[in-house]
């Protein structure tokens, strides 16, 4: 059984920056990548950034130089720090986890539950 959780989510005014944590448990063997995207009610689940076991980082142009992503020392967590947040990037943020698990050895994907981010002055 994995577990995949956020937290950090919150109201904050435009401009401002707020930082969210992801962290996957249990019978984990290895994990492959990991990743953040956002959804707004009534549209599609949209991309935005990933980080790889190997280092690699990608970001969905509307957030770039504005969201870093990162990998925790424990290899099983991740952080989003997101500045200049603007009005737009108000949304359900969702940690997505491709993980192996050690009962089945096979490679998965997971969600968390998702940690509300609104930007509103």
């Known amino acids: 059984q994995v577990q995949v959780v956020e937290s950090g989510g919150g109201l904050v005014q435009p401009g401002g920056s707020l930082r969210l944590s992801c962290a996957a448990s249990?019978?984990?063997?290895?994990?492959?990548?990991m990743g953040w995207y956002r959804q707004v009610s009534g549209k599609e689940r949209e991309w935005v950034a990933t980080v790889t076991s190997g280092g690699t980082i990608n970001y969905a142009d509307s957030v770039k130089d504005r969201f870093t992503v990162s990998r925790g020392s424990a290899k099983n967590t991740m952080y989003l720090q997101m500045n200049s947040l603007k009005p737009e990037d108000t949304a359900v943020y969702y940690c997505?986890?491709?993980?192996?698990?050690?009962?089945?050895?096979?490679?998965?994907?997971?969600w968390g539950q998702g940690t509300q981010v609104t930007v509103s002055s």
């Open positions: 249990g019978s984990i063997f290895s994990i492959n990548i």
């Open positions: 997505n986890v491709h993980i192996r698990t050690m009962t089945t050895m096979r490679l998965s994907e997971y």
